[in-house]
C-alpha cells in the first residue's frame, strides 16, 4: 500500500503527498478542505453544515482523510455517530456534540462544541476552543498547570511546523478573551525566533539527532520563562486597563459593572500583583536570553543560556 505524508504551512494542514504525486487542499477560512487539487486541476470541491455533515460534493476523486476543519487536522472516520477524531475524542456531526466528556470538565462544558458557534471557531485540541485565524494548530509541545483554575491561555512551539501555537480556555467576555490573547500574542512573539531555529534544526538532524534540537529549544524555553512572564504580563495589563474603561468598569465598587468588568478586574489585580512581586522593569526591556541554534539550524558550540543574553 502507497504510503501518504502530509504538508503542513503555518501550522495547517495543505495537501498530502502519495508515490511522488501531490495533492494540495484548498482551504477555507475556518481551515476546511474546500477543494483538492492535483497540480492546476481542480479534482473536488466540498460543501459543508456548520456542524460538519458534508451539504454537497463535486469530483469523482477519493476523498482526503481531512475534510472539515481538516486544515487543523480534523481527521475523518468513516465511522457512524464518530465522524471525525480530533486528538484526543471523536466528534458526532449529527448532534454536533463530542462523543466522550471534555477531560477539563468541570473546567470546561463536557459534550458542547466551541459553544455552539462552529461558524468561526474551531477545537483543534479536542480540549479548548480557538477563533478561526487566530493562532496555528497544536501539533506538539505540552503546557503544565493546563485546566487549572488560573489556566486561561497556553503557548508552546511546534516543532514539527516552527510555529507557535495559543490555545485559549476561557467562556467569559469577548475583551477578556482579548486579553488573555494580547498575553499569548507576546510569548509568541519572544518564542518565534528560536522555535522556528529549532524546526530547521529538525530538517538538517538525523533520527535521534533530532532530540539535540529539541533538548536546545527547551532549555530556551527554561531560560526565557520568567523574561517572557513578565513581558506578557505587562502586554495583559495594558490591554485589561483599556478593556475596563472601554467596557464602562467601575473599580469603585463591589460590582464593577457586571460580569464582564468582574471578570476583567479580577485578572488586572491579580496580573498587577504578580508583576509588582516578580518582575524588574528591566525585564520589558532586555532581548531575553539566547537561542543556541543558529539563523540555518546549527546547533552553536560553546552556547550558554542565561537571562539578558540576545538572540542573535
Known amino acids: 500500500m502507497a504510503k501518504t505524508s502530509y504538508i503542513s504551512s503555518n501550522g495547517m494542514i495543505i495537501g498530502e503527498m502519495t508515490s511522488g504525486v501531490m495533492r494540495a487542499y484548498g482551504l477555507d477560512a475556518l481551515g476546511s478542505v474546500v477543494s483538492t487539487y492535483t497540480g492546476s486541476s481542480v479534482e473536488n470541491a466540498y460543501q459543508y453544515k456548520p456542524f460538519g455533515a ?10 482526503p482523510s481531512f475534510l472539515w476543519n481538516g486544515g487543523s487536522g480534523y481527521r475523518a472516520t468513516g465511522l457512524v455517530s464518530s465522524e471525525y477524531f480530533v486528538r484526543t475524542r471523536h466528534y458526532a456531526t449529527g448532534i454536533a456534540k463530542w462523543t466522550t466528556v471534555d477531560t477539563f470538565w468541570p473546567s470546561q462544558r463536557a459534550y458542547v462544541y466551541v459553544l455552539v458557534n ?38 508552546n ?11 485559549i480556555c ?8 482579548n486579553c488573555i490573547e494580547a498575553h499569548e500574542a507576546q510569548h509568541r512573539k519572544d518564542h518565534a525566533v528560536c522555535c522556528y531555529r529549532a524546526f530547521l534544526c529538525r530538517q538538517i538532524a538525523f533520527g535521534i539527532f533530532t532530540n539535540i534540537c529539541d533538548e536546545l529549544y527547551n532549555e530556551f524555553n527554561n531560560a526565557a520563562a520568567h523574561w517572557s512572564e513578565c513581558r506578557a504580563l505587562a502586554a495583559g495589563i495594558e490591554c485589561e486597563l483599556a478593556a475596563f474603561v472601554k467596557n464602562g468598569c467601575n473599580s469603585s465598587s463591589e460590582d464593577h459593572g457586571g460580569a464582564c468588568c468582574n471578570a476583567l478586574w479580577r485578572q488586572l489585580v491579580y496580573d498587577q500583583y504578580i508583576s509588582n512581586t516578580y518582575c524588574d522593569s528591566s525585564l520589558l526591556t532586555s532581548d531575553g536570553p539566547k537561542c543556541c541554534i543558529d ?18
Open 54 to 63: 458534508t451539504l454537497a460534493k463535486t469530483g469523482a476523486a477519493a476523498d
Open 118 to 155: 462552529p461558524i468561526s471557531r474551531s477545537d483543534p485540541s479536542g480540549l479548548c476552543y480557538l477563533t478561526a485565524g487566530s493562532t496555528s494548530t497544536p501539533l506538539s509541545g505540552s503546557c503544565p498547570g493546563v485546566g487549572g483554575t488560573d489556566w486561561f491561555g497556553c503557548t
Open 157 to 167: 512551539c511546534n516543532l514539527d511546523t516552527g510555529y507557535e501555537w495559543t490555545v
Open 170 to 177: 476561557n467562556e467569559d467576555c469577548q475583551s477578556f478573551q
Open 295 to 312: 539563523v540555518v539550524g546549527n546547533p552553536l558550540v560553546n552556547c550558554i543560556q542565561h537571562t539578558g543574553a540576545g538572540a542573535t
